[in-house]
């Protein structure tokens, strides 16, 4: 079973045991065991000099590397519960999710994304929130980089007192939604159910200590929290992370490490397969990728288990529910590849209807969980959890899923995801899986685009392999080829460079579907065409070096 100690505690033991062992790597910086220990302390002093009460709350908000962990351990320690602000957020989102936390502290380097956070604090004291403090750290929170609060340096040495810490079921972070649509909410975490996480995680990967784990994922959101902050240092295992995602140089560092763990979410495993560095690196020592957050296409994923031969592997589930079911080493082909796995015993998995009715029996419906990997909910907003929560307290995704006599789960796409044309709901992860599968496409995600006969069309955005074109008519070609049935076939096609993401990696939809808005409103206010487009198809793509490809 999993431990039942705080993360804490383990890295301390680990900085007694194996102090000069790697424990973090990101870009240039690298972090053993015992420096993670003591910049964690010295946060921690920090900390405790600004008078907070245990449990309040400190906002962290510091791009991926060695030091965003060493500051979520030294808030641990400092009894203060983590608002962990997601590396590509923008001022918007902070001002967001400072006032829904109700974060007493803000902790952050001098500039971050071209925003200077000190003098955001500073107006949001002056405004009368709850924020009060701002804690300036250097670099990677580096043993002799000062540490400075509300302008000043303070004495940071010293350990802070064990009764502080947090224990391991009480709330320890406040994370987001990955914010693709609106402002996110803040979700409450407890160590308890990362912890319990772990023993799935270890037993589906067969995970050692000997492993080396890439996290490819924003430390914040609950995919990156157990691949880079949880389970390397329970196994004391290291692990690398990127400050910024480049498909090359994450094939860089697997070969330079010796990676045997990489975590990604489907977008980046398909810009590493994608990636012309592919063929150039030495990836014998990968095993294992976990991948998930999106569709995982089974095409792509085949073809990345023939070109690494490691295994793919997911846990399907959501930042609130955590997983639900998984895949594992042990399973076949056809289940690893296609299918979200079988479901965890003790996450009690039900499928209900709109209306809240139980319909497991149906197989097919919006599944709910209750157990050990879920969150606490959604942080002080009663609101958000009448909609996450069944009226008999199961907590819900937000997909639909069909569940076979076996246990296995299929995810068939979210609610909120569905392109609804002509009264028939339309997948969209249906049809990125099969537009993903030309072999000019990169990365596709598919949008409704609204259409005042259909309601909505179905619109697919793609990014290209180097050098490569596509035309709508190609495409639909190709579909039609596959034998991919005439309600999946996008509609409208366009190209661009690089597809928009939100803060958790994902891709942005919400950017998307205000994109194609404004597209169709550019076109409404330009000359009538000379001759109409043929019914049922949408402009062809232009190359992907056009400004505006439509």
Same mark, same amino acid.
């Given at each position: 079973?999993?431990? +039942?100690?705080? &993360? $804490?505690?383990?890295?301390?033991? #680990?900085?007694? !045991? *194996? /102090?000069?062992?790697? =424990? @973090?790597?990101?870009?240039?910086?690298?972090?053993?065991?015992?420096?993670?220990?003591?910049? +964690?302390?010295? &946060? $921690?002093?920090?900390?405790?000099? #600004?008078?907070? !009460? *245990? /449990?309040?709350?400190? =906002? @962290?908000?510091?791009?991926?590397?060695?030091?965003?962990?060493?500051?979520?351990?030294?808030?641990?320690?400092?009894?203060?519960?983590?608002?962990?602000?997601?590396?590509? !957020?923008?001022?918007?989102?902070?001002?967001?999710?400072?006032?829904?936390?109700?974060?007493?502290?803000?902790?952050?380097?001098?500039?971050?994304?071209?925003?200077?956070?000190?003098?955001?604090?500073?107006?949001?004291?002056?405004?009368?929130?709850?924020?009060?403090?701002?804690?300036?750290?250097?670099?990677?929170?580096?043993?002799?980089?000062?540490?400075?609060?509300?302008?000043?340096?303070?004495?940071?040495?010293?350990?802070?007192?064990?009764?502080?810490?947090?224990?391991?079921?009480?709330?320890?972070?406040?994370?987001?939604?990955?914010?693709?649509?609106?402002?996110?909410?803040?979700?409450?975490?407890?160590?308890?159910?990362?912890?319990?996480?772990?023993?799935?995680?270890?037993?589906?990967?067969?995970?050692?200590?000997?492993?080396?784990?890439?996290?490819?994922?924003?430390?914040?959101?609950?995919?990156?929290?157990?691949?880079?902050?949880?389970?390397?240092?329970?196994?004391?295992?290291?692990?690398?992370?990127?400050?910024?995602?480049?498909?090359?140089?994450?094939?860089?560092?697997?070969?330079?490490?010796?990676?045997?763990?990489?975590?990604?979410?489907?977008?980046?495993?398909?810009?590493?397969?994608?990636?012309?560095?592919?063929?150039?690196?030495?990836?014998?020592?990968?095993?294992?990728?976990?991948?998930?957050?999106?569709?995982?296409?089974?095409?792509?994923?085949?073809?990345?288990?023939?070109?690494?031969?490691?295994?793919?592997?997911?846990?399907?589930?959501?930042?609130?529910?955590?997983?639900?079911?998984?895949?594992?080493?042990?399973?076949?082909?056809?289940?690893?590849?296609?299918?979200?796995?079988?479901?965890?015993?003790?996450?009690?998995?039900?499928?209900?209807?709109?209306?809240?009715?139980?319909?497991?029996?149906?197989?097919?419906?919006?599944?709910?969980?209750?157990?050990?990997?879920?969150?606490?909910?959604?942080?002080?907003?009663?609101?958000?959890?009448?909609?996450?929560?069944?009226?008999?307290?199961?907590?819900?995704?937000?997909?639909?899923?069909?569940?076979?006599?076996?246990?296995?789960?299929?995810?068939?796409?979210?609610?909120?995801?569905?392109?609804?044309?002509?009264?028939?709901?339309?997948?969209?992860?249906?049809?990125?899986?099969?537009?993903?599968?030309?072999?000019?496409?990169?990365?596709?995600?598919?949008?409704?685009?609204?259409?005042?006969?259909?309601?909505?069309?179905?619109?697919?955005?793609?990014?290209?392999?180097?050098?490569?074109?596509?035309?709508?008519?190609?495409?639909?070609?190709?579909?039609?080829?596959?034998?991919?049935?005439?309600?999946?076939?996008?509609?409208?096609?366009?190209?661009?460079?690089?597809?928009?993401?939100?803060?958790?990696?994902?891709?942005?939809?919400?950017?998307?579907?205000?994109?194609?808005?404004?597209?169709?409103?550019?076109?409404?206010?330009?000359?009538?065409?000379?001759?109409?487009?043929?019914?049922?198809?949408?402009?062809?793509?232009?190359?992907?070096?056009?400004?505006?490809?439509?």
């Amino acid at each position: 079973m999993a431990p +039942a100690a705080p &993360l $804490a505690r383990r890295i301390d033991a #680990l900085a007694r !045991a *194996r /102090g000069d062992a790697l =424990a @973090v790597a990101g870009g240039e910086a690298r972090m053993t065991w015992a420096s993670y220990a003591r910049r +964690a302390d010295r &946060l $921690a002093q920090a900390l405790l000099g #600004l008078g907070l !009460a *245990r /449990g309040e709350r400190v =906002a @962290v908000w510091l791009p991926d590397g060695p030091g965003v962990h060493a500051a979520y351990l030294g808030c641990e320690k400092a009894g203060l519960v983590v608002v962990g602000v997601g590396p590509r !957020a923008g001022e918007r989102e902070l001002r967001h999710l400072l006032d829904a936390s109700g974060a007493r502290a803000l902790v952050s380097r001098a500039s971050h994304r071209g925003v200077a956070p000190a003098a955001l604090a500073a107006e949001a004291r002056a405004a009368g929130g709850p924020l009060a403090h701002h804690v300036l750290v250097e670099g990677e929170l580096e043993e002799d980089a000062p540490i400075r609060v509300d302008g000043r340096a303070v004495d940071a040495s010293g350990a802070p007192p064990p009764a502080r810490a947090l224990a391991a079921d009480e709330v320890f972070l406040l994370n987001s939604t990955s914010g693709t649509t609106g402002l996110p909410k803040c979700v409450a975490h407890d160590q308890a159910r990362w912890l319990a996480f772990h023993d799935y995680a270890v037993e589906a990967g067969a995970l050692t200590p000997g492993d080396v784990f890439l996290s490819a994922l924003p430390t914040p959101f609950g995919f990156g929290l157990w691949t880079a902050h949880f389970t390397p240092a329970l196994l004391g295992a290291p692990v690398v992370v990127m400050p910024r995602f480049d498909a090359a140089e994450a094939l860089r560092e697997i070969e330079r490490h010796r990676v045997t763990v990489l975590a990604a979410v489907t977008t980046q495993f398909l810009l590493v397969l994608a990636s012309p560095a592919l063929g150039e690196v030495d990836l014998s020592s990968l095993r294992v990728l976990f991948t998930g957050g999106e569709a995982v296409p089974p095409e792509r994923a085949a073809r990345f288990e023939e070109a690494t031969g490691a295994r793919v592997l997911q846990f399907y589930g959501s930042n609130e529910t955590g997983a639900l079911s998984r895949t594992t080493l042990a399973d076949p082909p056809d289940v690893r590849l296609r299918t979200a796995g079988r479901v965890i015993p003790a996450m009690n998995v039900r499928l209900f209807d709109d209306d809240g009715r139980d319909v497991t029996a149906s197989g097919r419906g919006q599944p709910g969980c209750r157990g050990p990997l879920a969150s606490r909910g959604y942080w002080n907003d009663p609101e958000a959890n009448r909609a996450l929560y069944t009226d008999d307290g199961w907590m819900r995704t937000g997909d639909v899923v069909e569940l076979d006599a076996d246990g296995v789960l299929r995810v068939v796409g979210r609610k909120a995801d569905f392109v609804i044309r002509g009264g028939k709901n339309v997948s969209a992860a249906q049809v990125e899986a099969e537009v993903a599968t030309h072999p000019a496409v990169a990365l596709a995600a598919a949008v409704a685009m609204p259409d005042p006969i259909f309601g909505e069309r179905v619109c697919v955005y793609v990014e290209l392999r180097p050098g490569q074109g596509i035309t709508l008519e190609a495409l639909c070609a190709h579909l039609a080829a596959r034998g991919v049935g005439r309600e999946l076939h996008p509609e409208r096609l366009v190209v661009v460079p690089a597809l928009p993401r939100a803060s958790g990696g994902k891709i942005a939809k919400a950017a998307l579907r205000e994109d194609v808005r404004r597209r169709l409103a550019d076109e409404a206010a330009a000359p009538a065409p000379r001759a109409a487009e043929p019914a049922g198809e949408g402009p062809a793509a232009g190359p992907p070096s056009s400004p505006k490809t439509s």
